[in-house]
């Protein structure tokens, strides 16, 4: 079972920038970062498989970039331009198949979350 820890949460004024983390027990072909704020569907964010693909949601490609760091075992969600919109809580995800996308059938386990709030 790969569990997934995720940090780096905070609040952050409107224009600003975050990066959150999200520890891993090992890396699968897919991973990704999903948000989801109350009420609301969970919205698939960001994705990168193994083989060094990324994809983004059309809400945050161009502001935000998801990167693996292997040595570290750690998954980050680089996020730039922050905007209002952009408070969730922010959802690690791993999947094993061998497709990878912004899908959250592609997934099979989540972390717990981490609160991103952006408010002047």
């Known amino acids: 079972q790969v569990n997934l820890v995720e940090s780096g949460g905070g609040s952050v004024q409107p224009g600003g920038s975050l990066r959150i983390s999200c520890a891993v027990s090992e890396f699968t072909y897919c991973m990704g970062w999903f948000r989801q704020t109350p009420g609301d569907e969970r919205e698939g964010i960001a994705a990168s498989s193994a083989g060094g693909s990324t994809y983004y949601s059309t809400s945050v490609a161009g502001r935000f970039s998801i990167s693996r760091d292997n040595a570290n075992k750690t998954l980050y969600l680089q996020m730039n331009n922050l905007k209002p919109e952009d408070t969730a809580m922010y959802y690690c995800?791993?999947?094993?198949?061998?497709?990878?996308?912004?899908?959250?059938?592609?997934?099979?386990?989540w972390g717990q979350g981490t609160q991103v709030t952006v408010s002047s």
């Open positions: 995800a791993a999947g094993r198949s061998n497709r990878c996308s912004t899908s959250d059938r592609r997934f099979d386990v």
